[in-house]
Structure formats: C-alpha cells, structure tokens
C-alpha cells in the first residue's frame, strides 16, 4: 500500500513540476453567500421556522401541537432519547407506547423518534445533529417522523455562521427538511430512507 | 464519412425517452439559473472563486495530500492509497476479509462506478448493494446510470414497475410514492444486515479532515447508522482547503445540481462513531484514489479535476438532451465527460476520442459550470490531442480537409477560389449530385457567395 502511496504523491510532484507557480488560494466574504432575497427577521426562530416550512418541515413551538400531530396520524409508537424522556414523559397520552431504547431489529415498529439536535440554520431551514448529541443515529433517521428537540440560543443566522461553529464531533449532520427525492419521472416523493415527517420542536 | 458515434445514439433513442429527457434537464437547468440569480447578487463571481479555490487545490495536491493524510489520521480514520482502479478495489476487498464482512452497503460513489467495483466483489462472494433508489434501480435492471444525478433520467415509471415486479419487489404498480415505499423496506433490511456502509466524499476538508456527504434520500446516513464500518472511497482531487470554502461550494453545488439551497443531508465525519452512540462505524477506512488522475492533472486539461459532479453542464447541453447520457459509453457523461471519460481512459483514449466532438461549443457549460470550468477550451485541446494521435474516431463525421489545408495556405490560389466561388451563387445545388450535399441542402439555404469582399471593406472603410 506505501508504495501506492508513493506512486500517486510522486506522480503529483511530477504534474506540478513544471508549471511556472501556483494559483493562489483566493480569500473569499462569506457575504457573498448570504442569500439577499431573505430578509433577516428579528426573530431567528421565526426565520427558521419559515424555511423549515418552505422544504417541506414541521416547525412547532408547544409539545400539545406535536401530540396532536401524532395522535391524528395514529403515529403512537415511539422512541425517545432517555435524556429527554423526564422532560416528555409527562406529554404522551397513556395509549402511546414510547421505548428509551431502540431495537434495530424491530425499526419499523416505531412511527417516530425524538432526539436533540444540537442547534439550527435560520437561513436554510436546517436541523443540525451531533454524534454526541443524538442518542441514537437509528432512531432519528428509520422512523417515519423525526422530532429534533431545539433550543432559541442554538439557531445560527446562516450557513457560513454554522461553518465557524462546527462542533468537534465525529459526526455532524445537517438536515433540511424530509428525506426525499426525484428519481422517478423527477417526482417528488418524501420518505425516502429517512423521514417522511421532519419536525423541528422548540423548547 | 463516417457517423459520430453519439449520433448513432441519438438516432436510435425513442422519441419518448428524448422529450423526457429533454424535459427534465431543461426544468432543473431552469429552477438552478432562476434559483442562482435570484438569490445571489453576483452568481458569476462565486463561480469564479469556487473555481480559483479548486484550482489552488489541484495545483497544491502535493503539500495537502500528506496534509489531509495527517490530520484524518489524527482524526482516527485509516488512509489507504490506490494508484489504479484493481489497487482500489483489492484495498476494499482486504478491508473487508479482515472483518470477515460479506455484505457492502454503497450510497452513491462514483469512484465505485469508475473501478467497476460492484462486479470484481462479486467475484469474490461479496453482495454490493446500491442504495441510492436510481442506482437501485439500475442495478437491479443491469443497467447504466445516465447522469450524475439522475440515474434513471432515461427510465419511466413503467418500466420500473415491470422491473420491481420482476424481482419479487410486489405486483405490478407504478405510482412513484408506491416504488419509493418498496424501495425503502426492501433496502432497511439491507442496511441492517450489511457489514459495511461503502461511501464517497463530495469534499474532504484539509484543515479539519472532515469529510463531507451529501444525499437527499438520507441513503448514505442509513449506511453509516447500521454497518459497523466505513469505507470511503476518494478521488485525490476532493480536497478544499479550509471549512468556510464548504460555505461557498455547498451553496453552488445544491442550486447547480437540484436547484436546493442545500442538499437534505450533508454530513461532516472525522472518524468512527462517538464512545456514547450505540450506532455506526467503529473504523473509518478512507481510500484516496488515483486512477488518472495524476495524468489528468499532468496534462493541460487538468481544470477539469475541479469538477464538483454536479451535473449542471448536462442539464444545459444541447448534445446531451438529443443523445442521453448512454451515448458517452462511459461513467461521466455530458460535456464533463466528454473531456473527462477520455483522460482517464488512458490507453483506451482512441475509443471515446470522438466525445470531445460531441459539442457544438456553445459555451453553455462553461456557463453553468460552479466551479467555471472552461470545457469548451478543454474539448478543443482534446480534439487536437485525438487528431495527432490519429485516433480513427476523432475524424469521424468530419470531412477530409486535406484540400482545403492546401488551397488556405497558397496566397495565389486562395485568391483566386474566393473570385471564382462566385460560382456557386449561379450552381442549381439543389440538384447536385453528391447525396450528403442534397440532404444538407434540404434544410438549408446558402447564402450568396461574396467571397473576397472583406478585404476590400478593410481598405475602404472609414476609420473613427
Ligand atoms: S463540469 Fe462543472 S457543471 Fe459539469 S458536473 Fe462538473 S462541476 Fe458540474
């Protein structure tokens, strides 16, 4: 293998040799990215919330309005991070069943997972997730809803903000929206692998 | 004369399959302009400097290769190194037999595609499973995806509904919402049962050594939640320099490739899973790979290594809506692959020399191009290179141009064709005899000869 290694890198040095010198690595505002047509509400979470709902997410801002969700769609089997459980276990119904650990042999028993997300993009509408974060990777991507549980003081205005923040985390994942794609005839379809239902909760 | 090859293609692509192809590359090309201009203020110079920054890296492969090397093993991720397509796909292989896995999971790698991948590990026993649903889909059907992005551009619901029927995935139905729910309890199981979750990398950062994923269907974060180990398979030119650079190059390459300000997932890894998270790999083996590479990079077309693969250059060429991504007979199809597919042929160039003529060199996709790369200027390097080399394919379809080599380059002779090319204004070339020059005459006026005029212009005009 070292010797593959040696073949690429000295066959590298070989193309660059002869050029004369090398392009420089431009430096670049991030304000060139800011996307001019959105308005920076006073609210980040109001910003958030509409850019989640223009990708197809479910911004919600009381835990009654996520159990109405469930409750009308039948989606009563759940799973929750164990962390958030104190805090949730009073909010579903007695006639839900919500398990604090999830079993990957029986994923589709689950309508929806609830983990924490470790913070948002307003700009985007996106959820970002962490390893660490996120109490099982299983559970926030195989069940048909995904609930990531938001804090105010978590959402970055935009993607370069984000960038800059970046968690030291082996796993960082950010999510805009549901699952989806266009494969067939370019028609967009929601549930893909992941989410058909992506709701970002605020607390 | 011969035909082009692609035209061959072309001719024989049933009318339906072209209006849809036709109809879906001009939509995305369509949302991605509107989606650009109307977001950015100046969409041209983010293309520039994503550029200039893809440059820089090419032209610095040698210090940030060891660099990345350094910090992603830091990061607790195993670098392997593969000169060629059978070094790669032999790394893969001994990665495997070493876990004694037998089930590879794969989200959406091109490399994969390029080291035919899939069929040397089945050679060896090994299940190699697509996950992403157009390449699923494709690979159940023996077939070849058609685009980049859009695997099955050239498939109809129709047929897929035949096709999963065929193989056991329930009867015959074809509401897409129906195939996408097959799809997806067919391959959860897959996932689960793999040993290992096979991935590419749109970006590897220098600076952080993070690599970065992007899907839409969250196929490649099901592939990383259920196997226990990591395979990353990487072109050597995949490098940006620093994390903010992934600021500008996730917002293009989005709004190029689907017209989204980001992608659904976009993933940032550094190694194996947390201690604290019960799912996901505990190795992270990355593959850095050349396979050409290095002579592309040799090579004056090595603009073309900045490429991000987002598959905007297709969506806008003219000779990929007639012809489909079939036509190019290789992994990169459209104008980047019409300039990539023959450098990293190698010794096969002479046999897709003729897709560097596959262009009427419009410029759109140079225009489109996130990253500006000038393909045009890069097909006509090709051109020239098929020439010398005296490929047989780089001269079909064009005339022999001997004559015409001779007559331009004898002053006197020049002269005196261009007074008596008057001719042809007063020739009935409606009824001349040479049967290609009728069938172009068909849907074509000449216009008047005034051979000669120009120089005359020159001396008598006016000057300011
Ligand atoms: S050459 Fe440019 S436009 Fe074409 S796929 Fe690559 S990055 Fe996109």
């Known amino acids: 293998m070292s010797s593959d290694r040696d073949t690429i890198l000295a066959g590298v040095r070989a193309a660059l040799a002869p050029l004369a010198a090398r392009a420089p690595l431009p ?9 001019r047509t959105l308005q920076p509400a006073a609210d980040p979470w109001a910003r958030f919330a509409a850019r989640l709902t223009a990708v197809n997410g479910t911004p919600l801002t009381a835990v009654a309005d996520l159990v109405a969700l469930l409750e009308k769609n039948q989606w009563r089997r759940g799973y929750c991070d164990p962390a958030l459980w104190p805090q949730f276990q009073g909010a579903f119904p007695a006639h839900f069943t919500v398990e604090t650990a999830f079993d990957r042999t029986r994923v589709d028993d689950y309508d929806f997972g609830l983990t924490a997300a470790a913070g948002a993009i307003a700009e985007t509408g996106t959820l970002i997730l962490t390893d660490r974060g996120t109490s099982s990777r299983l559970a926030a991507l195989a069940p048909w809803v995904h609930i990531a549980v938001l804090r ?19 796993n960082v994942i950010w999510v805009t929206g549901p699952s989806k794609t266009a494969d067939v005839e370019g028609i967009l379809i929601e549930g893909v692998h992941g989410p058909g239902v992506q709701v970002a909760l605020l607390q | ?23 879906s590359t001009k939509t995305t090309h369509e949302k991605r302009t509107a989606m650009l201009f109307d977001q950015f203020a100046e969409p041209h110079r983010l293309r520039a400097l994503a550029g200039g920054i893809k440059q820089h890296v090419l032209e610095n492969l040698d210090t940030l290769l060891p660099a990345v090397e350094a910090k992603l093993q830091a990061n607790g991720a ?8 059978e070094a790669a796909c032999a790394a893969v292989l001994r990665i495997m037999q070493a876990r004694g896995a037998t089930k590879l999971v794969k989200a959406k790698t091109m490399v994969s595609e390029e080291i035919a991948l899939e069929h040397f590990l089945a050679a060896h026993g090994i299940e190699a499973l697509e996950t992403d649903l157009g390449e699923f889909i494709v690979q159940l059907d023996h077939d070849r995806p058609s685009h980049i992005v859009r695997p099955i551009i050239h498939k109809n619901r129709r047929e897929i509904a035949q096709s999963f029927e065929r193989h056991g995935l329930g009867a ?18 897959k996932y689960l049962q793999a040993d290992v979750g096979l991935t590419g990398a749109n970006f590897v950062s220098v600076e952080s050594g993070r690599l970065v994923l992007v899907t839409n269907e969250g196929n490649s974060r099901f592939s990383l939640a259920a196997p226990k180990c990591h395979i990353a398979l990487v072109g050597i030119e995949k490098l940006v320099p620093r994390d903010r650079d992934l600021g500008l190059l996730l917002n293009l390459l989005a709004r190029s490739a689907t017209a989204q300000q980001l992608t659904v997932y976009t993933e940032f890894i550094t190694g194996p899973k947390a201690a604290t998270q019960p799912d996901g790999p505990e190795e992270l083996h990355v593959i850095f790979v050349d396979n050409g590479r290095t002579d592309v990079l040799a090579s004056e077309c090595r603009a073309i290594l900045r ?3 987002c598959g905007a250059c297709m969506n806008v060429c003219p000779v990929y809506r007639q012809a489909s991504g079939h036509a190019y007979r290789s992994v990169y199809p459209g104008p980047v692959g019409a300039v990539l597919s023959p450098l990293l042929a190698g010794k096969k160039f002479p046999e897709l020399a003729d897709l560097p003529k596959a262009s009427s060199l419009c410029g759109a996709c140079h225009e489109v191009c ?17 020439k010398r080399a005296g490929a047989p394919l780089a001269a079909a379809g064009t005339p022999p141009m001997g004559a015409w080599a001779l007559l331009a380059s004898q ?9 008596g090319g008057k001719i042809i204004n007063y020739l009935p070339t409606k009824l001349l005899p040479v049967p290609p020059l009728r069938a172009w005459e068909k849907s074509r006026t000449l216009p008047e000869w005034r051979g000669g005029e120009f120089r005359r212009w020159l001396r008598h005009r006016t000057t300011p």
């Open chain 2, 411 to 419: 002053p006197a002779a020049w002269k005196a064709a261009l007074l």
């Open chain 1, 152 to 170: 105010r003081e978590q959402i970055y205005a935009d993607i370069s903000a984000a960038l800059a923040a970046l968690p030291d985390d082996p």
């Open chain 2, 78 to 85: 195993q670098v392997h190194w593969a000169a060629t397509a």
């Open chain 2, 370 to 386: 996130p990253v500006d790369i000038p393909i045009p200027d890069l097909l006509l390097r090709l051109r020239d290179q098929g």
């Open chain 1, 27 to 35: 430096d670049w505002d991030r304000d060139l990215v800011r996307v």
């Open chain 2, 172 to 189: 015959y139905d074809d509401d897409p919402q129906t195939i996408t729910r097959r799809a997806r309890q067919f391959l959860r199981q």
């Open chain 2, 307 to 309: 490429c991000i693969r």
């Open chain 2, 1 to 23: 004369m011969a035909q082009q090859l692609i035209d061959q293609f072309a001719a024989r692509l049933p009318a339906d399959r072209r209006a849809a192809v036709y109809q």
